[in-house]
């Protein structure tokens, strides 16, 4: 792997170098992780012009984090209370070099005011998401690690829908998911698990509440698996009792339909709007536009939340190997709701269309 993140670090250099700056700091834990392989909490990396230094606040000595890529050079700040990124950039100047990219949008202004007092002659340029466009685009190991996080998230789902519901808190069922995840492999959760029951089924980001499972309830599980690092999701809608009610079959219908629609769209060179447009237009035309999400789907991978976003005014086009949710949904105050999420990877046609990573059956299922 070390050949792969000195990849990573070649084509951020490129960049650098292109806008203007021969070095970079890079102190998004992600983006560390992303180029370093694995870094301890707080570290930061340092692109410069003679070498790369990981800069840590202390010893990486913690074997649950993994050990950084061997051709980096693993620096320690020699005291506590130290700031790595402060270090970092007096070791860019050390180095020579005239200006540093950083990242604007991770630092806050007390730390660049920091970073500024230590090399005041050094040129501040902004490295903008220049990390997070290089991992828009997943190579077959990456996708492997979400392939192996979503297994782990269906077992532990289809555990789950094996087990006496009623009468169970949301709260119980999400903590039984979490324990269960960890216990397949998962580093842990990849979010907090949301179970919904009731009322609240359908709604997007619910945090489980003392609710317990009632017979004819609609019952929504959104969970996921961090696997070394990689972060997947998958959402599922079901019935708790023998047979759902004629109102429930149909809405749980036009979100399958809605989400089916957004998968089918998946596709190289397909546009972010578009694949949100072929979702969301299946539940407009039923008359629920002013109840949907913001959202259709997102990137995931080494945070739940990445590019690319599938959303109305989204700018940009898919490219092969993203990986991707697609997560439409309908809540009806008062009566719950459904919501059907997968992780996918866009693939083009001839390797046989978009790959489902989530495979737990999307049949409604009278639990």
């Known amino acids: ?75 320690s700040l020699p005291g506590a209370g130290g700031d790595p990124a402060v270090a970092a950039a007096g070791l860019a100047a050390a ?4 200006s540093l990219a950083v990242e604007e ?11 500024r007092s230590v090399v005041p002659r050094l040129r501040l340029a902004d490295l903008g998401g220049a990390v997070e466009q290089l991992r828009v685009v997943k190579d077959e190991e990456e996708i492997s690690c979400l392939r192996i996080g979503a297994e782990i998230a269906d077992q532990a789902l289809g555990e789950l829908l094996e087990s006496i519901l009623v009468g169970r808190t949301e709260r119980h069922l999400a903590l039984e998911i979490e324990r269960r995840l960890v216990d397949h492999g998962a580093d842990g959760p990849a979010f907090a698990t949301s179970v919904a029951t009731g ?11 003392d609710r ?16 070394r690092g990689y972060r997947c999701e998958i959402g599922r809608t079901f019935v708790i009792g023998t047979s759902p009610a004629d109102w429930q079959i149909e ?39 002013e109840r949907l ?43 719950g709701g459904v919501r059907i999420d997968d992780t996918l990877v866009v ?8 790959e489902l990573l989530t495979i737990t059956t999307k049949e409604l299922l009278a639990l």
């Open 293 to 335: 999400p913001a959202l259709t789907g997102h990137g995931v991978g080494l945070e739940i939340d990445e590019d690319p976003q599938l959303a109305p005014s989204a700018m940009g086009k898919l490219d092969a190997c993203v990986p991707v949710t697609v997560e439409p949904g309908v809540h009806l105050p008062g009566r």
């Open 95 to 98: 180095q020579g070099g005239d």
């Open 1 to 75: 792997m070390s050949e792969v993140y000195a990849a990573r670090r070649t084509r951020l250099r490129e960049r650098c170098k292109a806008s203007g700056s021969a070095a970079a700091l890079v102190s998004r834990p992600a983006n560390v992780r992303y180029l370093a392989g694995a870094a301890p909490h707080g570290a930061v990396l340092l692109l410069g012009e003679t070498e790369d230094i990981l800069l840590c606040p202390g010893p990486p000595d913690d074997p649950a984090e993994g050990r950084p890529d061997e051709a980096l050079h693993v620096q």
């Open 212 to 227: 317990r499972v009632e017979e004819g309830d609609f019952l929504s599980v959104c969970l996921g698996a961090t696997y």
């Open 105 to 115: 949008h991770h630092l806050t202004v007390a730390r660049h005011r920091a970073i």
């Open 347 to 354: 693939r083009p046609e001839a390797d046989g269309g978009p």
């Open 199 to 209: 009322p609240n089924a359908g709604r997007r980001g619910h945090r489980p509440t």
């Open 251 to 289: 809405l749980y219908d036009l979100v399958f339909a809605a989400q089916r629609a957004g998968r089918e769209s998946l596709a190289p060179g397909a546009a972010y709007r578009d694949v949100d447009r072929a979702a969301r237009q299946v539940l407009d035309s039923a008359g629920y536009a």
